[in-house]
């Protein structure tokens, strides 16, 4: 399966969706709740990131290698994006039969849904 992520109008390929890559997401994700000190905290976001695209693509990314200089909205956005393409086709899977759910409903049961509603809603008034 192919994972891209688009940072600053670039796309980005991810690795595949490991159980090793996903544990590292989940711990980055529980971050928070730890003592750490915030800078720590994005090292960590920064180390894993650099580990899924490579230390070349962290400069285009955030403008700098030093994270001193980075805007931490963007390293935490670049985080929630990259858990994004993860689960985009597990989210377009379960889009797509729902929508092939609904288009099995036939239309005279649709209609007749349509008509229950809208004798419920003059009830109310």
């Not at 400069?59 to 980075?70: A, K, Q, S, W």
């Not at 994004?84 to 049961?109: H, T």
Request: zero cysteines; aromatic letters at 10%.
């Amino acid at each position: 399966m192919q994972y891209t992520v688009i940072f600053n109008r670039k796309s980005y390929d991810l690795p595949k969706k490991t159980m090793a890559i996903w544990e590292d997401l989940d711990s980055i994700f529980k971050l928070d709740a730890t003592n750490l000190p915030n800078r720590e905290k994005y090292k960590m976001m920064i180390e894993f990131i650099t580990k899924l695209v490579g230390q070349e693509a962290i400069e285009e990314i955030f403008g700098t290698e030093e994270l001193d200089e980075m805007d931490l909205n963007d390293i935490t956005l670049a985080i929630f994006k990259v858990r994004d393409a993860y689960e985009n086709p597990l989210a377009n899977y379960q889009a797509g039969k729902s929508s092939e759910a609904f288009s099995q409903i036939p239309l005279d049961k649709l209609q007749s849904l349509s008509k229950l509603m809208d004798t419920a809603s003059k009830v109310k008034k």
